[in-house]
T-cell receptor, first 111, second 115 residues
Framework: KNEVEQSPQNLTAQEGEFITINCSYS?????LHWLQQHPGGGIVSLFM???GKKKHGRLIATINIQEKHSSLHITASHPRDSAVYIC?????????????FGKGTHLIIQP | DAGVTQSPTHLIKTRGQQVTLRCSPI?????VSWYQQVLGQGPQFIFQ???????GRGNFPDRFSARQFPNYSSELNVNALLLGDSALYLC??????????????FGEGSWLTVV
């Protein structure tokens, strides 16, 4: 069973700062997902990665398969980026085709 | 196109009762997964269905059951409710499954409170 660890658990920053959230996992995966959850509960998929790097607007996600580690970066952070960011992995091979989630990083961007 | 829709959005049940939660996936998506998220924690995998067959089950007791209908919508049933079942129940859909490397789409969730 994969173990997914995220850091930091909580992060408060000022508007405009560069933000980094880290995720590590214990077992090989087929894909890693970065998700955003707002207080109402709904979850939005930000990225799905199996290798390398992806960029969407001010968001950048990277993954190092050998080190079993991924990072989510937010450039020029804005108060509307305040949310919980969750890392989730799909295990490779057979077994339950569900995701294993980290506990999330609660991000607050202050104006 | 409509996203993943779940119903009801909020409900309160008494210990020992039974509850049914419903999910309609995005049109064309054949995989539906259910997750339980207790306050302050990350979601936990409950079930995955693909093409109307159960393809995976998380570490949940037999009180939890689910099914997928020919139109790919799904129901999650929980019997003999316990206080600890109070949580946000999330449904996610994708064309195949998260294992297949597809982007997944979540519904807004059903908030269940057991009193």
């Amino acid at each position: 069973k994969n173990e997914v660890e995220q850091s930091p658990q909580n992060l408060t920053a000022q508007e405009g700062e560069f933000i980094t959230i880290n995720c590590s996992y214990s077992v090989g995966i087929s894909a890693l997902h970065w998700l955003q959850q707002h207080p109402g509960g709904g979850i939005v998929s930000l990225f799905m990665l199996s290798s390398g790097k992806k960029k969407h607007g001010r968001l950048i996600a990277t993954i190092n398969i050998q080190e079993k580690h991924s990072s989510l970066h937010i450039t020029a952070s804005h108060p509307r980026d305040s949310a919980v960011y969750i890392c989730a992995v799909s295990d490779s091979g057979g077994g339950a085709d569900g995701l294993t989630f980290g506990k999330g990083t609660h991000l607050i961007i202050q104006p | 196109d409509a996203g993943v829709t779940q119903s009801p959005t909020h409900l309160i049940k008494t210990r020992g009762q039974q509850v049914t939660l419903r999910c309609s996936p995005i049109s064309g998506h054949k995989s539906v997964s259910w997750y339980q998220q207790v306050l302050g924690q990350g979601p936990q995998f409950i079930f995955q269905y693909y093409e109307k067959e159960e393809r995976g089950r998380g570490n949940f007791p037999d009180r939890f059951s689910a099914r997928q209908f020919p139109n790919y919508s799904s129901e999650l049933n929980v019997n003999a409710l316990l206080l600890g079942d109070s949580a946000l129940y999330l449904c996610a859909s994708s064309w195949r499954g998260a294992h297949s490397g597809n982007t997944i789409y979540f519904g807004e969730g059903s908030w269940l409170t057991v009193v």
